[in-house]
């Protein structure tokens, strides 16, 4: 018995290079009514991060790839229709790793019941969800800025950055953004008081850097490689760390990235380069969740959501993600 | 008054790419009696290493360039000849970053005694010394290689790859040493107990790595970088560690070292790399270098030696290392 038809997203086939609206199928089905431990969620919100254009190809990569002509599944908050876990109930906004689909059935594991009184509840899925969550362990962990220190953030604007940049802010640090547009350019400077901000886009970044950096580089958060992270890396100081979160230029080439190796600096600096995925810290998510909220409770990081309407846009969403179509976090309303 | 005629040699010119004789310049001078804490020195080992021709150029690095037509400096052991200092006994063997020069003097706090008891004297410019130590603590501090895991090590039968390779196998991991002559390997697996070798002129590095490693690379000891490395970053693991030691392959590169970026790599597998000279780790020398002691006296750690004499031949023992003529510890008898 079909409780209710629902529309899901379909990965068609794999991209090549930039994906195209042609990587996408949509398709409707009925969802049943839920069996034991079973939730039937209405998808509220959905979630397009960088991150998930690595799943679309079938390399190996730290998350598995989408399976082919399956529902694409990403960060998703939902609101419970029907519960059939005693975890549950109706009404009950949650957050999870969920399908692009308008409704769904989920074990109750999948789930996480989120406070619709401590923050607006997207915000479960940028501030205080997986981005936020990525900024905070790559730079308290790898980047461990100290006070003083100079902290450049590439990708500034979005929400891993941003939220990169305000916690470097909080511990003390001066902080350069690289952004793309004006208007990302003055949130970053005006909103959330990076110190200096970069536009990659205009003049040359190396020279741009030399002097908002007269000091030198001393933390690097890296979203997005290429000739951005050459320029960074030639101004770093004795014993950096490069915090190696994302790579958003890159994802999308063709071919190897190939550019100046960075290894040879890295020995002439004692510098340390780390890559890492959220989930590496899973087994600290609860305490750094609630530090996040309090840092926001007490309006020492703030956050700017893109938000677009329509199940039917959430392909879009996501391509806009490699034009840099958004400012903070990117989420399409359902 | 002139004590003793002394030889020495002078940096005559910058290199630009790959050295030569011509970057050299012979002179002699009159060594003057010792003053007040002054120690007169007899070289009778040097010591040439790979670092110093980053010391040649006059680009920034973590240690200073040496300087025009002044005298080249680097590890010596001496014995000592006359003493102006408390703390020195003429018949002293004693070791130092001293100049390419036959007799010298120096301050007593350039100097350390060395117990000839504990080992051949020449052992404290390799495994007692500065390429031990730099094996001790890129090995240990940033390597961490586990019990069972996989260890590559390029440049493996230099004397900080040799020893380094066998600090990896005290802690239980299995070693595949990179090297580039059957003389060496042959060294490496039978002298030294490497688990595998691969000879980097013969056959595909990347195929070889593959048969060698059928887990995966953990850590990544890396002397040499370049293509060596390129083909190692392709099959590192999980969490793997990459310690950039040196870059023998590129000191002598006349343009950027251009190739795969190995960022995404690094994301994809939440890996570290991490570069590092051995003065980081100056207030934990002491303690190194007994356990090093230690490990060779238990006959743990082995090295070998390339010793050639006559201190004209300085130049071209340096040269040679980059022509990889040395197994073990490169040094020159006077």
Chains 1, 2 share one sequence.
């Not at 229709?81 to 949650?94: C, T």
């Not at 000739?227 to 230029?249: P, T, W, Y």
């Not at 990235?257 to 510098?271: E, F, M, N, Y």
């Amino acid at each position: 018995m079909a409780a209710y038809k629902a529309k899901q997203i379909l990965l068609a086939k794999r991209p090549k290079g930039m994906p195209t609206l042609e990587n996408f199928k949509f398709q409707e089905i009925d969802v049943p009514e839920p069996a034991l431990n079973e939730v039937l969620i209405k998808t509220l919100y959905v979630s397009v991060d960088p991150y998930m254009r690595g799943r679309m190809s079938d390399r190996e990569s730290y998350v598995p790839p989408f399976e082919l002509h399956k529902v694409i599944s990403g960060g998703v908050v939902g609101e419970v229709i029907e519960s059939k876990s005693p975890d549950f109930n109706k009404g009950d906004f949650v957050v999870g790793q969920l399908g692009w689909q308008t409704y769904q059935l989920v074990q109750s594991e999948e789930i996480r019941k989120i406070d619709e009184n401590l923050a607006p509840i997207t915000a479960h899925l940028g501030v205080l969800g997986m981005p936020g969550l990525t900024a905070y362990f790559g730079m308290l962990d790898i980047g461990q800025p100290k006070n003083g220190e100079t902290v450049v953030i590439s990708g500034a604007a979005g929400a891993v950055g941003s939220t990169a940049g305000q916690i470097a802010k909080i511990k003390g640090a001066r902080v350069i953004g690289i952004a793309g547009t004006k208007e990302k350019l003055s949130f970053l400077k005006n909103e959330l008081g990076f110190d200096e901000v970069i536009n990659y886009k205009e003049y040359d970044v190396y020279k741009q850097l030399k002097n908002a950096c007269p000091n030198g580089i001393d933390v690097y958060f890296d979203n997005v490689g290429g000739e951005i992270s050459d320029a960074v890396m030639k101004q770093i100081n004795h014993q950096a760390r490069i915090v190696i979160c994302g790579q958003i230029s890159l994802y999308n080439l063709e071919k190897a990235d190939v550019g100046p190796r960075p290894q040879t600096q890295l020995v002439i600096k004692s510098a340390l380069m780390k890559g890492y995925i959220v989930s590496d810290y899973a087994s600290q998510f609860k305490d750094a969740a609630e530090e996040l909220a309090q840092w926001m409770q007490a309006g020492q990081i703030k956050y700017r959501e893109t938000i677009i309407e329509g199940f039917e846009r959430i392909p879009e969403a996501f391509l806009g993600l490699f034009k840099g179509d958004n400012i903070g976090k990117y989420l399409v309303k359902i």
